[in-house]
């Protein structure tokens, strides 16, 4: 038998003292994938008495806004983090008012990985086992190539340096490799040689735009100009490149020259709208999937920029996905050190007067620093790192790849919130007059609408779920134990005993009365999530059965029908006054 976190599926609870007849037992659905329930019952069973009964619920998570998380990392005038700062040491305002800070910690993403390492060695050496346990994954790098906006000699520099950080992961460490195009992605996993293939695979999909010149050639930074700003002085640039181009520079047909240019502008802005609202809906599901590895989660965002013209809502609910997960975005500009040709762009076949020409570089000089800006926000806001104007890729990797040793984590409930969705703007300050470098998110977008407690109960359960973070608030002891049936089939029952008499009771109708919220996940070696289960446990017990029935708690078993395999199991434990415990592990089914 070993401690270790728990499968989805069924579960009895047994109350030790009174009998068979107070066996409770209750079953959800069988799971497609590779784990199973042993077989399939729904609804409540009561107890004579109705003194505990229990039910399943469908378990649907929403991500809520209501309480604002704010990353924050302090670094001193050598750019080291910073570690020994209170709650009592920040400021936060919000629209430049003063806001309390309800939550606060202190985390080090280093230190979670190193502890972890340490307990799955120690579970290795003390087992008296001859089959030793996994040593359980901690860290989740996704890799996300923005190949929707690549060009291909910056994608195979790119390409060749993410094969030699890949080979330099630690064992403990699982990659993905994500596209923004969608096409040639593969899960987290430890096979060098599939991650190795992908890489190969990999190559520019821009999703619309067109490789040769058009005429007139309105790029994305200026179409925004002419279209959204009514910029008259973009407007002419394409209006004379238009005339230059299609009309022999003849002076009679500028309005036809104009016509051309505001055409051509909106098909730009359309073009490049929708690539880059495909990049950050991908972005968004990258952040989804990486939410749900049961560890430490980075994603190394690879990408030229792009821009993002009124989608300020769409990337700021991004940020809040990411914070809410601790999911830590970190970004590297592939154009490495970028440069304009003071000729102009390549593409264009024909040249334009000396003052459309001057205009025209200085907007492609504008459009590659504007595009930089989503890479750097996305970084600042999450806590993670940007690396750009080099082209040292190996380097690149490997500081965006290296969370800062300290940050801080401050969550406040705005006051007097309007549910509008409208922008808020958030600065963090630091009362210690020393000079610090403060790097966190620069706003939010205010929910268009008020979560209810339920809600809120879910999203707590959900994310402690998906974490691995022991939490002890509930008196909960977990067992598991396998047993195989055949050489290819299994059953893996998972023991939860609670020890009730130290549990939150309150009075109700003249008994103790306690709700308890069990939910557990069963992983594979990769941490893909492969099925999962959420029981209310309802008690309404008597005083003797309290003080004397119960006193050896209640089991709660779990069984699953498994192949055999490495698998990590999570338990969740809350009750009704919010209180979490938390159990994880690894077992190996050989």
């Given at each position: 038998?070993?401690?270790?976190?728990?499968?989805?599926?069924?579960?009895?609870?047994?109350?030790?003292?009174?009998?068979?007849?107070?066996?409770?037992?209750?079953?959800?659905?069988?799971?497609?994938?590779?784990?199973?329930?042993?077989?399939?019952?729904?609804?409540?069973?009561?107890?004579?008495?109705?003194?505990?009964?229990?039910?399943?619920?469908?378990?649907?998570?929403?991500?809520?806004?209501?309480?604002?998380?704010?990353?924050?990392?302090?670094?001193?005038?050598?750019?080291?983090?910073?570690?020994?700062?209170?709650?009592?040491?920040?400021?936060?305002?919000?629209?430049?008012?003063?806001?309390?800070?309800?939550?606060?910690?202190?985390?080090?993403?280093?230190?979670?990985?190193?502890?972890?390492?340490?307990?799955?060695?120690?579970?290795?050496?003390?087992?008296?086992?001859?089959?030793?346990?996994?040593?359980?994954?901690?860290?989740?790098?996704?890799?996300?190539?923005?190949?929707?906006?690549?060009?291909?000699?910056?994608?195979?520099?790119?390409?060749?340096?993410?094969?030699?950080?890949?080979?330099?992961?630690?064992?403990?460490?699982?990659?993905?490799?994500?596209?923004?195009?969608?096409?040639?992605?593969?899960?987290?996993?430890?096979?060098?040689?599939?991650?190795?293939?992908?890489?190969?695979?990999?190559?520019?999909?821009?999703?619309?735009?067109?490789?040769?010149?058009?005429?007139?050639?309105?790029?994305?930074?200026?179409?925004?100009?002419?279209?959204?700003?009514?910029?008259?002085?973009?407007?002419?640039?394409?209006?004379?490149?238009?005339?230059?181009?299609?009309?022999?520079?003849?002076?009679?047909?500028?309005?036809?020259?104009?016509?051309?240019?505001?055409?051509?502008?909106?098909?730009?802005?359309?073009?490049?709208?929708?690539?880059?609202?495909?990049?950050?809906?991908?972005?968004?599901?990258?952040?989804?999937?990486?939410?749900?590895?049961?560890?430490?989660?980075?994603?190394?965002?690879?990408?030229?920029?792009?821009?993002?013209?009124?989608?300020?809502?769409?990337?700021?609910?991004?940020?809040?996905?990411?914070?809410?997960?601790?999911?830590?975005?970190?970004?590297?500009?592939?154009?490495?050190?970028?440069?304009?040709?003071?000729?102009?762009?390549?593409?264009?076949?024909?040249?334009?007067?000396?003052?459309?020409?001057?205009?025209?570089?200085?907007?492609?000089?504008?459009?590659?620093?504007?595009?930089?800006?989503?890479?750097?926000?996305?970084?600042?806001?999450?806590?993670?790192?940007?690396?750009?104007?080099?082209?040292?890729?190996?380097?690149?990797?490997?500081?965006?790849?290296?969370?800062?040793?300290?940050?801080?984590?401050?969550?406040?409930?705005?006051?007097?919130?309007?549910?509008?969705?409208?922008f808020h703007s958030l600065k963090v300050t630091v009362r210690n007059p020393a000079k610090v470098a403060i790097q966190a998110r620069k706003g939010y977008y205010a929910?268009?609408?008020?979560?209810?407690?339920?809600?809120?109960?879910?999203?707590?359960?959900?994310?402690?779920?998906?974490?691995?973070?022991?939490?002890?608030?509930?008196?909960?002891?977990?067992?598991?134990?396998?047993?195989?049936s055949t050489d290819f089939e299994a059953k893996l029952a998972v023991l939860c005993h609670v020890d009730v008499k130290k549990l939150h009771f309150h009075k109700a109708?003249?008994?103790?009365?306690?709700?308890?919220?069990?939910?557990?996940?069963?992983?594979?070696?990769?941490?893909?999530?492969?099925?999962?289960?959420?029981?209310?446990?309802?008690?309404?017990?008597?005083?003797?059965?309290?003080?004397?029935?119960?006193?050896?708690?209640?089991?709660?078993?779990?069984?699953?029908?498994?192949?055999?395999?490495?698998?990590?199991?999570?338990?969740?434990?809350?009750?009704?006054?919010?209180?979490?415990?938390?159990?994880?592990?690894?077992?190996?089914?050989?």
């Open positions: 038998m070993r401690a270790t976190r728990v499968p989805l599926g069924v579960i009895f609870v047994t109350a030790a003292g009174l009998g068979p007849g107070w066996n409770l037992a209750a079953q959800s659905p069988p799971a497609n994938g590779t784990g199973t329930n042993a077989s399939s019952t729904g609804g409540s069973t009561a107890i004579p008495g109705q003194e505990i009964s229990s039910h399943d619920e469908v378990t649907t998570f929403k991500v809520k806004v209501n309480l604002v998380l704010v990353r924050v990392v302090v670094r001193d005038s050598n750019g080291r983090a910073i570690a020994n700062l209170r709650q009592e040491d920040f400021e936060l305002f919000d629209n430049r008012k003063p806001q309390v800070i309800r939550q606060f910690s202190m985390e080090r993403p280093g230190a979670r990985a190193a502890a972890a390492q340490q307990t799955a060695q120690k579970a290795q050496e003390g087992s008296d086992s001859e089959l030793p346990p996994p040593i359980a994954p901690t860290h989740y790098v996704a890799y996300v190539f923005d190949d929707v906006h690549i060009e291909f000699g910056d994608l195979a520099r790119l390409r060749d340096a993410t094969e030699r950080h890949i080979a330099a992961l630690a064992p403990t460490d699982r990659a993905a490799i994500f596209t923004t195009s969608g096409l040639g992605s593969i899960d987290f996993t430890d096979d060098r040689d599939k991650l190795h293939q992908a890489l190969l695979h990999l190559q520019p999909r821009p999703l619309s735009r067109s490789p040769m010149p058009e005429c007139p050639d309105v790029t994305h930074y200026m179409a925004d100009l002419i279209e959204n700003q009514n910029d008259n002085t973009a407007l002419g640039v394409a209006t004379t490149d238009a005339l230059n181009c299609a009309f022999d520079n003849d002076p009679r047909m500028v309005e036809s020259a104009r016509g051309m240019a505001r055409s051509s502008a909106a098909r730009a802005l359309a073009t490049g709208d929708h690539e880059s609202q495909v990049s950050l809906t991908v972005l968004k599901d990258v952040i989804r999937r990486v939410s749900a590895a049961p560890g430490q989660r980075t994603m190394l965002l690879l990408s030229p920029g792009f821009l993002t013209p009124r989608m300020e809502f769409q990337y700021s609910e991004l940020i809040d996905m990411a914070l809410r997960a601790q999911v830590v975005i970190s970004s590297l500009d592939v154009r490495g050190l970028y440069t304009v040709d003071p000729a102009g762009d390549i593409r264009n076949f024909h040249a334009l007067p000396a003052d459309a020409m001057a205009w025209r570089n200085r907007y492609f000089v504008d459009s590659a620093l504007a595009d930089e800006d989503i890479l750097a926000v996305l970084a600042d806001s999450t806590g993670g790192n940007y690396f750009h104007n080099s082209n040292d890729f190996d380097e690149g990797l490997r500081r965006i790849a290296a969370e800062p040793e300290y940050w801080y984590v401050l969550g406040f409930s705005p006051q007097n919130l309007k549910f509008d969705g409208m929910p268009k609408h008020r979560d209810n407690p339920a809600e809120e109960a879910k999203q707590e359960i959900e994310d402690a779920l998906f974490s691995q973070e022991e939490m002890h608030d509930l008196p909960i002891d977990l067992h598991t134990q396998f047993f195989k109708d003249g008994r103790n009365a306690s709700d308890l919220t069990i939910v557990s996940g069963l992983f594979d070696r990769n941490g893909k999530y492969i099925t999962g289960n959420e029981k209310i446990l309802e008690m309404h017990l008597k005083d003797d059965t309290l003080a004397y029935k119960l006193g050896s708690g209640i089991t709660v078993k779990s069984s699953f029908d498994v192949k055999p395999g490495s698998y990590l199991v999570r338990l969740v434990v809350r009750d009704g006054e919010g209180s979490l415990s938390a159990a994880n592990g690894a077992i190996e089914i050989p």
